[in-house]
């Protein structure tokens, strides 16, 4: 027979059809293409009503485990091990800091998981699309919600996006980096509060910062990857509650005018570059005449004694895969840390 349904198993008859038939494609029993038994046969064959079969097919076509073919019946379709759970992750751009998230991930979750990465390049439509074509092939959705409107400037989201998201159950859905509030029950949420990070990070810095007579934000608005607005926010409420005078530009422009010393924010990575050539071109002191300190810890950083500010990308991983390994759901938001160095 096809297959064998324990009579006095507690498990729903079409959950046996399911795990059944996924066990046999991955023991190689079943290949990849070939055909099975339709859903009266299968139902004759085994002495179930047709509805069971029926209920079994569908989800295995959710799980696009099978497909189907119009006048010719059901054929298996999954390549990769179904056995473990199959993970959509989703996110913003290929970065050194997103990927340290993304391998975070992969080791926490172990040999149990597959995983397929996908990014959009900040594009709605891109995003939309990748959503919308496996929606209902996985098992759990990662999630990073980073746009540009057509003026280069950081969006969230809008309605067509939080659709999207909608779409995918909350019980299979993580959303990483934002806050979702449009989005309602029990799921996976780990979050960045831009406003808050800086302002607490600087508020741990501010005895060093104390010796510039400005403190400048560099917040790129026409960057091909932009940052979102709160960071400005949580900036300018340090600066006013400790009476820093401050100002915030959106690049590092060719031969800039300092008045040292100054302190430099920097978000870019470019803009970092042009800064610190700038610097020894004009024989300044970085950490005396020119303060800097840059988002987003990189080992180059680290190497040149830049302070930085980051979200603990790889504990986001972390805490991601294990919530989905111990099937916990709820809103966690990520540590951010401040390293202090030589550049400040």
Do not use: W
């Amino acid at each position: 027979m096809f297959l064998t349904i324990d009579e006095k198993s507690s498990k729903p008859k079409y959950k046996q059809i399911v795990d059944s038939i996924i066990a046999k494609i991955s023991d190689g029993s079943l290949k990849i293409g070939e055909k099975i038994p339709s859903i009266n046969e299968l139902s004759e064959d085994c002495y179930l009503s047709r509805d069971t079969v029926e209920k079994a097919y569908r989800q295995l076509k959710e799980k696009k485990v099978v497909v189907s073919v119009k006048g010719k019946g059901y054929y298996t379709a999954k390549t990769e091990l179904i056995s473990k759970v199959n993970i959509f992750f989703l996110i913003n751009k290929l970065s050194s800091y997103k990927m340290r998230l993304y391998n975070s991930f992969v080791n926490s979750m172990g040999v149990n998981a597959h995983i397929n990465l996908f990014i959009y390049h900040y594009d709605k439509s891109l995003f939309l699309n990748l959503i919308n074509k496996h929606i209902g092939g996985y098992d759990y959705y990662i999630v990073m919600s980073h746009f540009k409107d057509d003026n280069r400037r950081y969006v969230e989201s809008d309605d067509a996006i939080i659709k999207a998201i909608k779409k995918i159950p909350t019980n299979k859905l993580v959303l990483l980096d934002n806050l979702f509030p449009q989005i309602k029950g029990d799921y996976i949420n780990i979050y960045q509060d831009f406003k808050l990070d800086i302002y607490d990070s600087l508020n741990k810095g501010v005895d060093k910062l104390a010796k510039y007579k400005k403190i400048i934000l560099v917040y790129p608005t026409h960057s091909e990857y932009p940052y979102p607005k709160d960071i400005i926010i949580g900036f300018k409420r340090f600066c006013i509650e400790h009476f820093f005078n401050f100002e915030v530009i959106d690049e590092i422009y060719k031969d800039m005018d300092f008045d040292t010393p100054e302190c430099f924010i920097v978000i870019d990575e470019m803009d970092l570059v042009f800064l610190v050539k700038q610097t020894r071109e004009k024989e300044l002191t970085i950490g005396k005449d020119i303060g800097i300190i840059s988002y987003n810890e990189t080992p180059l950083k680290d190497l040149l004694g830049i302070t930085v500010m980051c979200t603990d990308f790889k504990q986001m991983g972390k805490i991601t895969a294990e919530m989905i390994l111990q099937n916990k759901k709820g809103k966690l938001q990520n540590n951010f840390t401040f390293t202090d160095r030589n550049s400040l």
